[in-house]
């Protein structure tokens, strides 16, 4: 699709014309111009000319280019560029062409990427902790799909250990009327499962899939450990391992690691390191060009032993992606919140989500770097005004949805027919950043950029409505589109973080 980025395209067409790599830039003042580049500045110490005089070359040049109305030089010799409203007219309608895939298809070369974005063991209801797990696990993995990639999700449980059977026993005591051990599982979902039959770990995992179903998680593939655990001596078989100290070790040192690792204790039993090696190569022999764990903050030392494994496995190691995320602290009125009774020191999403909602619950765990931690203050998170964010970007498409029912039988155009107003120039210049946002989300896997763009997106289009009237006014046909463009940038964003984009509030 033609000029399907074009601020990209128009990044390119200075760069052909400069013969030199070029970047663009949104002045912080639209006084400035619409696009600044500092491409002379970094002419002129290989071209050994003053900056401002190669600037000046430039911009003769530059205003040529089809789409630029004017350029001036400022400063020690910087370029700010001014495109005409005919380019933002052109711009506006690569948006509407792609719709809901603008911004799509960037991955190149595409991989089949599995993403393991929960491991919380069956024994109990999934906590809000590790449903930031979850929520940036499966957000990550959007973009990863939004960019062309193919991804599988699973989710990786232990279904036997001493934790396994310490929550099965803390069960059955219950049934039989008794305490469960000091050292077992209390709470008020224990004594639940203790009312029906069975094993109780495939209901807990029931209970568990269905609310992170409801957190609008699904996962494609469900492994467990005891499967994995099976194939620990092919995976040893597989690497390289030496015996010392009547323990088996895995040379990992070789492979950038900073030390060995005991894949096998000196009484025989096989270490956590070892299904690791087992859950590695059985996940690369499902054909997986690269591999995500997602785990929690007191992980980190596993990056370097994972990346070490894939390497021993004879798999790149940048084929193995290890994202850690940190905590989540919980407040209202400035102390930690509590959400029930029944689960203690815990929080379980079940709870969280009965306050606050999915839309918020989404938009709040994932509205920080996975690397930073996290404060929810529950109060305002509940809160349907404009004072919350989640709501503010969802009115913003709500409002639209509303404008374009009363527009049935108007059809938009998204050339301009008179000069555009400062608003609306700005409103078409948030909406073409969309492409290198996603682009750049994607890469450094963070999705809590598209909610921080997906805010100045709501305040540009707030800011643009409350000055101009859409239906009825000169420039009814453009603003129409201008609207059904914002709209379909605001469900790209929402849809990547998973959250709802309502057409009503």
């Given at each position: ?5 074009p ?10 014309l ?16 619409d696009?600044?580049?500092?491409i ?17 070359e ?10 630029i ?10 370029l ?42 069956p024994?109990?209801p ?8 979850g ?10 799909e ?8 699973e ?11 310490r ?16 050292d ?21 995992l029931?209970?568990?899939e ?16 005891s499967?994995v ?23 990992t ?19 956590y ?5 087992a ?11 690269r ?18 494994l ?28 509590k ?17 606050i ?18 404060e ?62 996603v ?11 598209i ?17 101009h ?10 603003r ?6 914002t ?19």
């Amino acid at each position: 699709m033609k000029d399907i980025d074009p601020i990209r395209s128009l990044t390119a067409a200075v760069a052909d014309l400069a013969e030199a790599a070029s970047e663009l830039e949104r002045p912080a003042d639209a006084s400035h111009g619409d696009y600044a580049t500092t491409i002379a500045l970094r002419l002129a110490g290989q071209r050994r000319r003053p900056p401002r005089e190669v600037a000046g070359e430039l911009a003769e040049r530059l205003v040529e280019l089809d789409g630029i109305a004017g350029v001036d030089v400022a400063g020690p010799g910087f370029l700010n560029l001014t495109v005409d409203d005919a380019w933002l007219g052109r711009g506006l309608a690569s948006v509407l062409a792609g719709g809901r895939r603008f911004g799509s298809g960037t991955a190149g070369p595409r991989e089949q990427i599995q993403v393991e974005c929960v491991s919380a063991n069956p024994t109990g209801p999934i906590t809000v902790a590790a449903a930031r797990n979850g929520a940036y696990g499966d957000a990550v993995a959007r973009l990863l799909e939004f960019a062309g990639h193919g991804v599988q999700r699973e989710y990786y449980y232990n279904d036997a250990g001493t934790q396994m059977e310490r929550f099965r026993e803390s069960v059955e005591a219950i049934r039989r009327g008794e305490d469960p051990p000091e050292d077992g599982y209390q709470g008020d979902y224990v004594a639940e499962l203790a009312r029906g039959e069975g094993d109780p770990v495939p209901r807990m995992l029931e209970q568990i899939e269905a609310s992170l179903e409801r957190f609008r998680i699904h996962f494609d593939t469900f492994e467990r450990q005891s499967v994995v655990e099976a194939e620990i001596p092919d995976a040893l078989a597989a690497i390289d391992t030496y015996e010392a100290e009547g323990a088996v070790w895995a040379r990992t040192s070789a492979h950038g690691d900073d030390r060995d690792r005991v894949v096998i204790r000196s009484d025989g039993t096989p270490t956590y390191f070892a299904a690791d090696a087992a859950y590695m190569r059985r996940k690369f022999a499902k054909g997986f060009d690269r591999l995500m764990y997602v785990l929690g903050a007191d992980h980190h030392g596993y990056v370097a032993r994972l990346r070490a494994l894939a390497e021993m496995l004879g798999h790149p190691r940048e084929a193995v992606e290890v994202l850690i995320y940190q905590l989540v602290h919980l407040t209202r009125g400035g102390e930690a919140a509590k959400m029930s009774k029944r689960s203690g020191e815990v929080v379980f999403l079940d709870d969280f989500v009965d306050e606050i909602g999915t839309d918020a619950a989404r938009w709040y765990l994932l509205s920080r770097g996975h690397d930073q931690t996290i404060e929810i203050d529950v109060d305002l998170a509940a809160e349907r005004s404009q004072k919350n964010p989640v709501y503010y970007v969802q009115y913003a498409h709500a409002r639209i949805a509303g404008i374009m029912r009363n527009a049935e039988g108007i059809e938009p155009d998204s050339q301009p027919t008179i000069p555009l107003a400062t608003e609306e120039r700005e409103l078409v210049k948030r909406l073409l950043e969309l492409p290198e946002v996603v682009r750049e989300a994607t890469a450094r896997r963070a999705p809590h950029a598209i909610s921080a763009y997906a805010i100045r997106v709501a305040d540009d289009f707030h800011r643009f409505y409350h000055h101009h009237r859409v239906l009825g006014s000169d420039a009814e046909a453009f603003r129409l589109a201008l609207c059904a463009a914002t709209q379909a940038v605001v469900a790209v964003c929402l849809e990547l973080i998973g959250v709802d984009a309502p057409e009503r509030m």
